[in-house]
Structures are given as structure tokens and as C-alpha cells.
């Protein structure tokens, strides 16, 4: 029997998943097969892991429960969404309150418009409510993570490094600030 292993759930923040443009091509033969998304640091990613505020929730389903959350962390919003499929994840959000920390772990969800603008949401696979500490290490960790892959571009050993330039500025200051952002909120 072949094994199983997940694939790494990255931290990202929610300002760098907002700036994400790029969805790459599936194999559309293998109906199970990643979709993955290229982030503007270099990231190709298809599972996220994120800490923030739960700030606002709603049951959106029609026919049977489907909840969207507001998950906000120190450079803005994401968006989950749960319903039947993600049982564990429906039932932490229908009892969560309003502001709580949330930790998330979850597919990126992608969403190509008609003028090509992608929209990311993610479909979580487990969320959990944390503690501020949670949320603090979370942050700190996600900012060393995002300067690594800043510095990968810079000095051009990141393996991603000819599809971020194709598609995206090498201009990479305001992810720079968008990191002290992050970590000034910690004070």
C-alpha cells in the first residue's frame, strides 16, 4: 500500500495571499491533483496554516449549513469556509464566538474572475480556537518564514524564482512592511 503524507501547510499572511494572482495549471487527468497557487514570495502553495481573529461568521448555506468566517490577522482579512464536507470545522465555527483566535489549516481555494483576477479563500481542513500566545508565535513565525523567502528571491535560489518574476514585481519592500506591520503589532 503506498503511504500518504500531506502536503506542508504554509504560513502566509493574509496580505500576501490577497496579492496572490497566480493560479498554476492541475493535471486535469488526475481529478484529485493539488491546485496550487504561486505567491508574489515565491511560495507555491496549496495548504495554508493561519492565526487571527475570528471576526465576523455567518451560516450562508441554503439547504444545509455552510458557514463563512472572517479570520483577520495583522495585515488583513482572510476568508474560510466550511459546510458539510468539513464537519470538525463547521462544528468549531458554528460554536465560536466573536472576537476569538482561530488557527486554520486548509486548502487554498481558488477563483479565476472573467477580467483574471484570482480570489483566494481557504476550505478548511481542522480549525482550532488558540490563545493570544498561539496567535503571537504564529505571527513571529510567519514573519521569519516570509523574510526567508524574500531573501531566496533576492539572492536567486528560490525555485520559484523565473515564475515571480514572470508574474510579479521584484519589488519586494512591501512585503518588507508588511512584515515589521506585523511584528510592531506584537507591542
Do not use: C
Not at 38 to 59: C, H, I, M, Q, S
Not at 98 to 104: G, S, T
Not at 146 to 153: A, M, N, S
Amino acid at each position: 500500500m503506498a503511504s500518504f503524507a500531506r502536503e506542508v501547510a504554509y504560513r502566509i499572511f493574509a496580505q500576501e495571499l490577497r496579492d496572490t494572482a497566480v493560479a498554476l495549471e492541475r493535471d486535469l487527468e488526475d481529478i484529485y491533483a493539488p491546485q496550487y497557487v504561486l505567491t508574489p514570495t515565491g511560495a507555491k502553495v496549496n495548504r495554508v496554516f493561519v492565526v487571527g481573529t475570528l471576526t465576523e461568521k455567518e451560516d450562508i448555506g441554503t439547504d444545509a449549513e455552510y458557514w463563512r468566517a472572517r479570520i483577520s490577522d495583522p495585515t488583513g482579512t482572510f476568508f474560510a469556509y466550511a459546510g458539510q464536507y468539513q464537519l470538525d470545522a463547521t462544528r468549531v465555527l458554528t460554536d465560536a464566538f466573536v472576537p476569538e483566535f482561530l488557527a486554520v489549516v486548509g486548502k487554498i481555494g481558488v477563483y479565476t474572475t472573467e477580467d483574471e483576477r484570482v480570489i483566494t479563500s481557504i476550505r478548511p481542513e481542522t480549525i482550532s480556537v488558540v490563545d493570544a500566545e498561539t496567535r503571537n508565535r504564529w505571527i513571529l513565525e510567519t514573519a521569519r518564514q516570509t523574510l526567508d523567502r524574500i531573501k531566496e528571491l533576492e539572492n536567486g535560489s528560490s525555485p520559484h524564482l523565473e515564475m515571480v518574476t514572470e508574474h510579479y514585481s521584484l519589488d519586494l519592500e512591501q512585503y518588507r512592511q508588511m512584515v515589521a506591520s506585523a511584528l510592531e503589532s506584537l507591542q
